[in-house]
């Protein structure tokens, strides 16, 4: 989440940002450990978690990569920011699918975008926050880390969404649950009160406004969690 300006004055709107976070949390991780993100995530969280993601994909790994292929109608040149559903509004973070598809981007480290890695691998790695941060034995957070995820930063209307938002510490917060949706129509959804973390992943873009398969599919596990209890 990035604060927005308003008459030369900081601090009086908000916004999500698409990489500012990342780039920030990143040089934090860099200057601390001396190793960069991706290093420090293979070997601090997917190392002991087993979990086959990646943030900077290695060469041996290009085999396995699934293109991303642009909505119905458009080309590699489709590009989509938060919002919206093509790069035209000043000031919002926008990727062709020409772009995430290239060498250059795999290889890439950036904290907030560059992430390789499947739905089980996804939910495994966000499954830290559903379970108190320990997971297969592996801890990873404290349960007081978890839970700071969660203590809203912000809560107004996010002036590129153009909506009422509240977010935590990387999530947007949904009730007691917290989350967010990716490029393409990818979503993870963490709810701690059922240690439930769901991770939607697609190669198939759709457009941002009739792309509804992944909030469908959060719908239906938390159905299915009220049906197991009668």
Same mark, same amino acid.
């Given at each position: 989440m990035?604060?927005g %300006? %308003?008459?030369?004055?900081?601090g009086l709107? &908000?916004c999500?940002g698409?990489?500012t976070?990342g ?7 860099r200057? @601390?450990?001396?190793? =960069? !993100? *991706?290093?420090?995530?293979a070997?601090?969280v ?6 086959d993601?990646?943030i900077?994909?290695?060469a041996e ?5 699934a ?6 109608g458009? /080309?590699e #040149?489709?590009? $989509?920011g $938060?919002?919206?559903? /093509?790069?035209?509004?000043a000031?919002?973070? !926008? ?6 598809? =290239?060498?250059?981007? %795999?290889r890439a480290? @950036?904290?907030? $975008?560059s *992430?390789?890695?499947?739905a089980?691998s996804?939910?495994?790695?966000? =499954?830290?926050?559903?379970?108190? &941060?320990?997971?297969?034995g592996?801890? !990873?957070?404290?349960?007081q880390?978890?839970?700071?995820? %969660?203590e809203v930063?912000?809560d107004g209307? #996010?002036r590129i ?6 977010y935590?510490l *990387?999530?947007?917060?949904?009730g007691s649950?917290?989350g ?6 990818a979503?993870v959804?963490v #709810?701690? /009160?059922?240690?439930?973390? @769901? $991770?939607?992943v697609t ?7 009739? #792309?509804?398969?992944a909030?469908?599919?959060v ?5 299915? @969690? ?5």
């Open positions: 990035a604060h %300006r %308003r008459r030369g004055r900081p709107g &908000g999500r698409s990489l976070q780039f920030l949390v990143g040089e934090v991780v200057r @601390i450990t001396g190793r =960069s !993100v *991706g290093e420090f995530f070997a601090e997917a190392g002991p978690l087993g979990a993601f990646h900077g994909l290695g790994d290009d085999p396995r990569v293109l991303t292929v642009p909505p119905p458009r /080309d #040149d489709y590009a $989509a $938060a919002g919206h559903s /093509d790069a035209t509004h000031g919002v973070a !926008v990727l062709r699918v020409r772009d995430g598809n =290239s060498l250059a981007w %795999r480290q @950036i904290p907030a $975008a *992430g390789f890695g499947n089980r996804v939910a495994l790695v966000q =499954s830290l926050l559903a379970c108190g &941060g320990t997971v297969g592996a801890r !990873v957070l404290s349960p880390g978890c839970a700071r995820a %969660r930063q912000f209307v #996010d969404l153009g909506m009422p938002s509240r935590g *990387g999530y947007g917060l949904f649950s917290l967010w949706g990716g490029w393409g129509g979503l959804w #709810d701690p /009160d059922e240690r439930m973390a @769901i $991770a939607y190669n198939q873009m759709r457009e941002p406004a009739s #792309d509804n398969r909030v469908e599919l719908m239906a596990a938390q159905e299915r @969690i009220k049906g197991l209890r009668g």
